[in-house]
């Protein structure tokens, strides 16, 4: 058997689709050459789809051709055009150039872009409605943590985020537990077994002697954790 | 259909079985067909509490394993109509109970009685969780010191993770506090949690709050529910707890320390 003399493969390639709104080529040749002189390497043999899109086709008689030398003559290699109604399939064939589709072309219109942006990358806070009870966990992971109720002594609220707590913490409250030093710790009554941001934290034993059983919230400065009343 | 209700605490010692039979009996004494089952397996109490002791030919492990028919099983109680008594085995431990023996049994109960009551077993393990998993409401017995109210919060956590109403998503299991051994002269000198301090940490409904007496532990040894005894405050307080289950508002009772006298306020004593 031969050896394949060939291989065919699928391959994504930038180029720039030349979009035409105004059919004049003094102007246009203007306008190019003072374009690709901006940045003289980055065009350079730059391949270029051409888009005829938005020129009334039976009113302005296009010439292929001199369109084409135009840009031939300031470094871009037009390799196609994009297919619209009344294009001059011939003439574009005589030139040697390709019709590419609309499919092929893909959408261009930066409006529509915007429109299929994605919607903006935030992770919802955990919310907690029933109390943490004795021996639970609860862990909201790369997100904050609300619990409208109480934390019981000996359970355990972590999160990545900030913690908020509406009821009385008794038990253990770590936010930042992934290394987020600004992360606080909020709660309506403060009677904490202990509690930690970013790794940095206290015990009860000396929490007892600052905003205790008071509305407080926690927060690091200068790597050292803080109380203070809310 | 029979309602499920498991009394629980965590906690050792706080008055599981004196409240299963005080609440089980005032629940007959109310009309109801109550029967009270002791899941604590290999340390049969109930049997004791509620006088019965001689009267036990099989248990629940023998129905168990389909050893002996619930008819034979069920001890008729000699005071109340309507109240019977399924004993624990002694000689077996918590695992010769299966979930779905313990379910084959209760629905089979739960055909004929108006009430189940569930005696749980000390502990969060085994034992105590067949007790509370098929359970429709959970009497959680608490004393007021605080090793007993954090084991209450953890078997109430317990109660909303691991019953059969929580994993499979239902109306969640109906939960009661019932405060034991309450001394309002201790709470007055601050020795003792008061009842809204053990409302504030396990933020709960209460049922009811039994006076420490000492007709409790006389009614133990006599195997006779304290709620026959209507002279006590403990029974009037298992009186009213178990109206409160049934549905009907009763003022709470023997919350505050007795008045000293005039003549021992003058005496100094």
């Known amino acids: 058997m031969n050896d394949a003399c060939f291989q065919l493969k699928g391959s994504l390639i930038t180029t720039f689709i030349l979009e035409i709104s105004n059919y004049n080529l003094l102007d246009f040749e203007q306008q190019l050459s003072k374009k690709v002189q901006s940045a003289p390497d980055f065009f350079n043999t730059s391949p270029v789809i051409i888009n005829l899109e938005k020129l009334d086709l039976d009113t302005n008689q296009i010439n292929y051709q001199e369109l084409i030398s135009i840009c031939r003559r300031h470094g871009l290699q037009p390799v196609a055009f994009k297919q ?25 219109e930066p409006v529509n872009k915007a429109k299929e942006k994605p919607a903006p990358d935030i992770k919802k806070t955990q919310i907690i409605t029933k109390p943490v009870r004795s021996g639970q966990q609860v862990y909201a992971e790369g997100c904050d943590l609300i ?15 900030n913690i908020h707590i509406y009821g009385t913490l008794r038990g253990r409250a770590l936010a930042g537990v992934k290394g987020d030093l600004d992360a606080r710790i909020f ?8 509690v930690s941001i970013g790794g940095h934290f206290l015990l009860s034993d000396s929490l007892e002697n600052q905003v205790w059983k008071q509305a407080a919230q926690f927060y690091l400065l200068d790597e050292t954790l803080h109380v203070s009343p809310l | 259909m029979a309602k499920i209700i498991v009394v629980t605490s965590g906690k050792g010692g706080v008055g599981k079985t004196t409240t299963s039979a005080a609440i089980g009996t005032g629940l007959a004494l109310a009309g109801n067909k109550t029967v009270i089952i002791d899941f604590d397996v290999g340390l049969r109490n109930l049997d004791l509490i509620m006088g019965c002791e001689r ?10 394993n389909n050893e002996a028919n619930l008819n034979q099983t069920l001890i008729k109680d000699k005071r109340v109509e309507n109240l019977f008594i399924m004993p ?128 409790v532990l006389k009614a133990s040894n006599q195997g006779e529910p ?9 029974g009037k307080a298992y009186s009213d707890a178990v109206k409160r289950l049934l549905g009907e508002e009763v003022a709470f009772r023997f919350l505050d320390a007795p008045k000293k006298g005039i003549l021992k306020r003058l005496m100094g004593a």
Do not use: W
């Open chain 1, 84 to 108: 619209t109604p009344q294009l001059n399939e011939d003439q574009i064939k005589e030139n040697g150039l390709a019709l590419l589709n609309q499919k092929a072309c893909g959408k261009s």
């Open chain 1, 147 to 161: 619990i409208t109720g109480s934390v019981s002594g000996g359970a355990e609220v972590l999160a990545d985020g």
């Open chain 1, 187 to 194: 709660c309506s009554t403060n009677e904490a077994e202990l």
């Open chain 2, 55 to 64: 009267r036990v030919v099989y248990d629940f492990v023998n129905v168990i």
């Open chain 2, 88 to 215: 624990a085995s002694q000689t077996r431990d918590k695992d010769a109970l299966t979930m779905e023996g313990v379910e084959k049994v209760l629905e089979e109960l739960s055909e004929t009685f108006d009430f189940i009551i569930c005696d749980s077993p000390a502990g969060i393990e085994k034992g105590a969780h067949m007790a509370l998993y098929f359970a429709d409401e959970a009497v959680v017995v608490t004393n007021p010191e605080v090793s007993s109210v954090r084991d209450s919060d953890r078997i109430l956590g317990i109660l909303q993770s691991k019953s059969k109403r929580a994993e499979q998503g239902g109306e969640p299991v109906k939960e009661h506090l019932l405060l034991t051994r309450y001394n309002p002269a201790r709470v007055e000198e601050g020795e003792m949690l008061s009842v809204s301090d053990v409302e504030d940490i396990l933020a709960i409904p209460l049922l009811g709050v039994i006076p420490e007496s000492e007709a």
């Open chain 2, 226 to 234: 304290v709620i026959h005894n209507q002279d006590t405050d403990a």
